[in-house]
């Protein structure tokens, strides 16, 4: 089963930007799709931007859209997220996921999921 690591979170102020990574312990298939979502404290975990492998084609929440981008990395087992305008209702533990549905935001169409990286939004 294939593991997947977060990376780059951190504190940033309102206005700012990260960018977080997803590294797969082997290469993305085609049929793939990488996902990530984030929990917020003290609510459940929510859909953010899905990427399918195959065709780069890419969905976003309405609450991140315009703002954050998924890409593939410059690997062939990495994902990334640009996120931008970050405000502190984009506080949230940012996790990645892996599935085989193009376009899925439930979390039941994904089955591999990382530890996820801590992103503060916070002056």
């Known amino acids: 089963q294939v593991q997947l690591v977060e990376s780059g979170g951190g504190l940033v102020q309102p206005g700012g930007s990260l960018r977080l990574s997803c590294t797969a312990s082997?290469?993305?298939?085609?049929?793939?799709?990488i996902g990530w979502f984030r929990r917020p404290p003290g609510k459940g975990r929510e859909f953010v931007a899905t990427i399918a492998w195959r065709d780069s084609y890419t969905r976003y929440a309405d609450s991140v859209k315009g703002r954050f981008a998924i890409s593939r990395g410059d690997t062939d087992n990495t994902v990334l997220l640009e996120m931008n305008k970050l405000n502190p209702e984009d506080t949230a533990v940012y996790y990645c996921?892996?599935?085989?549905?193009?376009?899925?935001?439930?979390?039941?169409?994904?089955?591999?999921w990382g530890q996820g990286t801590q992103v503060t939004v916070s002056s």
């Open positions: 996921a892996v599935g085989s549905t193009r376009g899925a935001s439930e979390e039941m169409w994904y089955g591999s």
């Open positions: 082997r290469r993305i298939f085609s049929s793939n799709v």
